[in-house]
């Protein structure tokens, strides 16, 4: 047979605890806490309750010896105050005679003391005789008028202390526990009252219309409306995220049918068209809004997966040769692309590299995303040529890539990195994107705390400028 696995009691347990509501659990560990407190006070109280009495005869027994002491060296017979007795002894701890042969004008015998509780008292230490009925004793030495050393004794018994210290015991029990009960009340009822404001917000909660908020509760306690805020804000990054998945959506979609309805068209005229030129003609247009809706999709893809939160680990990338491998990938990909005027000729980029080596602290399919969607837009719309430079800092490495194009007007640089967003000029005539490229680039670029951003080149068209943290 099996053992149980070794957090196997400790699931239990929280099995047990899972069904208890917080002011219970709060009520039963703080009533504990306060029992453990009172029996550990209980219990330090107890042991000096014995302490405490014995001090209380010991300070009676010092006034009462105090005043017999005098009495005796100056001749006079002390008296015994009620409760107490007073005896005067010689030094060895018999009963002592005067010159008169009394015993030193006092009535009784000497006490049964030992030898050793005589020296104790003579050098001023209390000392307790006797078993069955114990009595305290408290000594003093002082010299009578004949010049003799006498040994003044004061001492009362302590019956009944022992069973005082166990009444007091018992009772500080019973204290004890009843304390903790009425604390354990208390504190339900306190713990209630906090929570009382939490049941309302989630009543609150329950009843909120689409685009409400959670109203902050009047004089609430500064928890409560930290609380209130920030569930507030919660709700309004999920109204927003919804919003742009709402938007996102109707934009794909729109884009989608775009060229699923253009491809259907196209094919539907050439199955009606006897003319085998026409049907190339149509072939060739069918090709490429399929090759522009699989861009789509792969953009679509991309941002979805980046959208869900899917980063994979950072490396050391050097964009040197990442930008060089593009390039040659733009001109593979640019041989047979059609341009504007009908031309087949590749664009020329060229690599302006100030550094050897630029390590940036990204991905390497992230920065291939990256520069392959700029070299593209940039091929859209340049006129002669692109340039594509790399410098390296000392925490960040860019990368510009300027085109001699119509540029982006100043009113639509903050927007070109939206999705789906396209600049309704001359830049756009000959585009044919879907305006997810360099939304994808800006997302790529700032999930990994970079940045991007775009204004006019030197060239006279459009500057696209990339910032990746420096890889240490």
């Not at 009495?71 to 006079?76: F, K, N, P, T």
């Not at 015991?169 to 004890?176: E, N, Q």
């Not at 031309?343 to 302006?352: L, T």
């Amino acid at each position: 047979m099996s053992a149980p696995p070794s957090g196997s009691s400790s699931g239990q347990a929280g099995g047990r605890w899972s069904g208890v509501s917080l002011r219970l659990r709060i009520t039963l560990l703080a009533t504990a806490v306060t029992l453990a407190c009172l029996l550990g006070l209980t219990t330090a109280a107890g042991r000096g309750l014995g302490p405490v009495l014995t001090g209380a005869v010991d300070d009676e027994l010092r006034v009462a010896l105090s005043t017999a002491a005098a009495d005796v060296a100056a001749g006079r017979a002390p008296d015994s105050p009620d409760g107490l007795e007073v005896r005067v002894l010689d030094t060895a701890g018999d009963a002592a005679e005067d010159s008169a042969g009394d015993l030193a004008g006092m009535a009784g015998d000497a006490p049964d003391l030992t030898r050793d509780q005589v020296r104790a008292l003579k050098a001023g230490t209390p000392v307790t005789a006797g078993d069955a009925q114990p009595v305290r004793w408290h000594g003093v030495v002082t010299t009578a008028p004949d010049g003799g050393q006498r040994l003044v004794v004061a001492g009362t018994g302590l019956v009944g202390q022992a069973a005082a210290k166990e009444s007091g015991g018992r009772w500080l029990l019973v204290t004890a526990l009843v304390g903790s009960l009425v604390a354990g009340f208390a504190i339900w009822f306190a713990v209630g009252s906090a929570l009382s404001p939490v049941a309302r917000m989630r009543e609150s909660v329950r009843r909120l219309a689409p685009g409400a908020r959670v109203a902050v509760p009047g004089g609430a306690a500064p928890e409560l409306r930290e609380l209130a805020d920030d569930f507030n804000e919660l709700l309004d990054r999920q109204d927003a995220t919804a919003e742009r998945l709402r938007r996102f959506t109707g934009d794909a979609a729109h884009e989608l049918r775009s060229p699923v309805a253009s491809i259907r068209v196209q094919s539907e005229v050439a199955v009606a068209s006897p003319d085998p030129r026409l049907s190339q003609e149509v072939h060739a247009d069918v090709l490429a809004d399929a090759e522009r809706l699989s861009a789509l999709l792969d953009g679509l893809l991309a941002l979805a997966r980046s959208d869900a939160g899917e980063l994979p680990p950072a490396e050391s990338v050097d964009l040197v040769d990442a930008v060089r491998a593009a390039v040659d990938r733009a001109a593979a990909g640019s041989a047979g692309a059609a341009r504007p005027g009908d031309q087949a000729v590749p664009v020329p980029i060229v690599v302006n590299a100030l550094t050897d080596r630029a390590w940036a602290a990204a991905a390497h399919t992230e920065t291939e995303l990256v520069l392959d969607n700029l070299l593209r837009n940039a091929g859209r719309y340049t006129r002669t040529r692109v340039v594509v430079s790399v410098l390296a800092q000392r925490s960040t490495v860019r990368v510009l890539v300027d085109d001699d194009g119509p540029g982006v007007p100043p009113e639509h640089r903050a927007h070109v990195f939206d999705r789906f967003y396209r600049v309704a000029d001359d830049r756009a005539r000959t585009s044919g994107g879907a305006g997810l490229g360099l939304a994808l680039v800006a997302e790529l670029v700032r999930r990994r705390g970079g940045e991007v951003a775009v204004g006019e080149s030197p060239d006279g068209g459009a500057r696209f400028t990339v910032v990746w943290p420096r890889a240490r």
